[in-house]
């Protein structure tokens, strides 16, 4: 039994003889572990030991929470629970009561109204607002559209609209249309509005380049009646009194011919004098179809005067 000295203090150790024992008895009741190469790597690190058991902690409780959530998306509660928060906002008023229509002057809001107050959920907060603009953007005379929330209960609809420039006559049907083509309603021959007539396949397509034609003779511009595009490349012009200008292929030479055309009618008054048709596709020559049925041609640099018998 090893011996103990009382130290004036009340305490107890043992001597220098049982502690050296002590040490060799426990050297050789335990080996000494060896290091491998993982406390040497951990070693390395610029971070205490103490650290990375905190870093290990956390990277645990992340991978939890991680495995949480996602195991909620898949049984879709992020989901529910949007929804229940928007049939809670829809029960305490926040649901789409109101519609403000802005911008509209001709056509009917009917089909507004419709779109907006027929959505699956009402609510203000589950209200799909990309989605209510590309259904507007489908009715023919909505060129463009903003849609807005005004809490607790108003949609907001702000609408462009496309403005008519003809009345596209096809396959029997009356179609009002805007300058590049798109259909806007359908008009009665008794209500036709008073607007150029564009008659043919594919006629509403060429709109614009018909507009764009037509600068080029501003004076001829309002005594237009109507247009036949014909065999989806050229233009008959019909004027308001009574007559037709047939104009030749391609840009460039129909735009020619029109300037030659307005300045001859400028000069010589060829509108509304009887004739019934005026041919300029060919450059070369300028053709005159007369009541009775008989023609006249002249060389298209004589144009400037009207051919001999053209009254009948």
């Known amino acids: 039994m090893a011996e103990a000295r009382i130290r004036r203090g ?3 150790r043992l001597t220098t003889r049982a502690a050296g024992a002590r040490g060799r008895s426990g050297a050789r009741g335990r080996p000494v572990r060896r290091r491998s190469w993982i406390d040497s790597l951990l070693d390395m690190l610029p971070v205490s030991e103490e650290t990375l058991q905190r870093m290990a902690s956390w990277a645990i409780v992340g991978i939890v929470l991680a495995g949480v959530v996602g195991i909620s998306m898949l049984l879709g509660l992020p989901a529910m629970a949007g929804q229940k928060a928007s049939e809670l906002a829809a029960k305490a008023g926040f649901e789409v009561e109101k519609v403000e229509v802005r911008g509209v002057e001709r056509m009917d809001e009917l089909p507004i109204y419709n779109i907006a107050l027929g959505q699956v959920s009402r609510s203000m907060l589950a209200l799909d607002l990309p989605k209510v603009r590309d259904d507007m953007l489908k009715l023919g005379w909505v060129k463009d559209a903003r849609i807005s929330r ?5 949609l907001v609809v702000d609408i462009v609209e496309r403005d008519p420039v003809a009345v596209w006559q096809h396959d029997g049907q009356l ?3 805007d300058v590049q083509g798109v259909v806007l309603q359908s008009v009665s021959a008794g209500a036709m509005p008073d607007l150029p007539l564009v008659v043919g396949p594919n ?3 060429q709109t614009a380049g018909l507009n764009k034609l037509m600068e080029n003779a501003p004076a001829l511009k309002p005594m237009l009646a109507g247009a036949t595009w014909v065999g989806n490349r050229r233009w008959d012009l019909r004027f308001q009194s009574g007559e037709t200008l047939s104009l030749p ?6 735009a020619t011919a029109l300037v030659n055309f307005a300045r001859m009618d400028g000069v010589n008054r060829l509108l509304g004098r009887g004739i019934v048709k005026f041919d300029m596709r060919d450059p070369d020559r300028f053709i005159l179809r007369l009541p009775q049925g008989q023609t006249s041609e002249k060389p298209a640099t004589d144009a400037e005067a009207p051919a001999k018998g053209e009254e009948g």
């Open 10 to 12: 009340g305490t107890a």
């Open 203 to 205: 006629a509403n397509l």
């Open 175 to 177: 179609q009002l249309i």
């Open 249 to 254: 292929e391609g840009d460039k030479p129909s």
């Open 150 to 154: 005004r809490l607790p209960d108003t």
